[in-house]
């Protein structure tokens, strides 16, 4: 799991979200977000140390405020919900996410969004879904896909978003949720040579894709986490 969180955070984004429902099987959907957060805290450092001269900042202002908004709002409804709902409320998310990507990618209007309005809406369901489910990727997808951003801008800004944002989270998950303690974060420790090894593998990965088809293998790692996350 390691890997593919490694892998994700330098560019093969629906890798770490294929991740995430093996865990929720595993250790329940709520504490499984709180063993995963440190994983994703650790591969997002080199997510961020190799693409963060791309990074669009323009972008992340605009969702930084919006996306802690849903996070706090994450914080309340995942403390509420149980795994079924959980899995549901994932998984609708990133359906709704995909179907809208497909639908841009294919439509010949290629107006970008430019209203508040479009980055409040995923800034809110970005935080939302990577505090509940650890699971922003399909959202972020949205966004920066909309923006028409090339691939090393996408990944880097990307990069950057989840690095804050999930250090945001961690008091929560530490003091409201009590999901992260200090034996599960050593347990994650152990997990860095794997972390490394995604983050170069994914780093690979993506020089060998062109620009091109780069957008279109976002939209397909997306549809396969999707399935995982659903069935």
């Known amino acids: 799991m390691a890997l593919l969180i490694g892998m994700s955070k330098t560019g093969v984004h629906g890798a770490g979200m294929a991740a995430v429902p093996f865990l929720a099987m595993i250790f329940g959907g709520k504490n499984s977000t709180g063993l995963l957060l440190p994983i994703l805290c650790m591969a997002d450092i080199f997510g961020v140390s190799y693409y963060h001269r791309h990074t669009k900042w323009s972008h992340l202002f605009k969702l930084f405020p919006w996306a802690a908004l849903g996070v706090i709002v994450g914080t309340y409804v995942g403390d509420r919900i149980d795994d079924s709902s959980f899995r549901l409320i994932m998984g609708v998310i990133i359906l709704g996410s995909l179907v809208i990507m497909i639908w841009q990618e ?18 809110v369901l970005g935080g939302f879904t990577t505090m509940v489910g650890n699971l922003a990727g399909s959202v972020m997808a949205l966004y920066l896909l909309t923006m028409r951003l090339p691939k090393n801008q996408y990944i880097g800004t990307a990069a950057w978003f989840f690095l804050v944002l999930n250090l945001f989270k961690v008091p929560f998950h530490v003091f409201v949720w009590e999901t992260i303690s200090w034996d599960s974060f050593l347990l994650d420790l152990t997990t860095l040579p794997a972390v490394v090894i995604g983050a170069f593998l994914g780093i690979w990965i993506i020089k060998k894709i062109p620009e091109t088809y780069y957008r279109w293998f976002i939209i397909a790692t997306t549809t396969l986490a999707a399935i995982l996350m659903v069935f």
């Open 106 to 123: 294919r439509s010949k209007n290629k107006r970008i969004p430019d209203g508040w309005w479009f980055a409040a809406l995923l800034g």
